[in-house]
């Protein structure tokens, strides 16, 4: 009979503790910020910048290519291992530019992009706060399979950052 009792309390005291889930589609919500366009430049001028160092890059190798081209017959050996050497570490140097040229872009834009995250992720705060929620799923990559709109705190957010969107 005491195990029945705790039971029937454990079952009424689960039963008042609701949880209220709700959605947010953070990408939208990224795409919507008037900032969006000051960091997708800046980026663009970063990625501009790399190349402009990778043809600096690939002119200096070209230009040794061209000294050992026009130097060869009068090289001794010594000289041309020297400047054959030269000529490998030039084009190793481009290829680990080239390589790392994506990774810096990715971290240079995850860098810009961080304080857009902040700032939604401060608005998502105090939304689900105003309306009770316990939990937030993000949606927007097919992650759900079905939510309904109503729980769909995204426009709020929007609101909290005083972002006006038309219905699409």
Known sequence: MKYLKIIFLFICVTSFSQTKVGTVNVDYIVSKMPELETVKKQVEEYGTKLDADLQKK??????KVE??????ATFTDAQKQEKQQEILTAENDIAKFRQNGNQLIGINRDEKMRPLYTKIGEALDKVVKAEGYTQILTTGNNSLAYFDDTYDVTILVLKE?????TEE
């Open 58 to 63: 690939v002119q200096e190798y070209q230009a």
């Open 67 to 72: 000294a050992y081209k026009a130097g060869e």
């Open 161 to 165: 950052l005083g972002i006006t969107v």
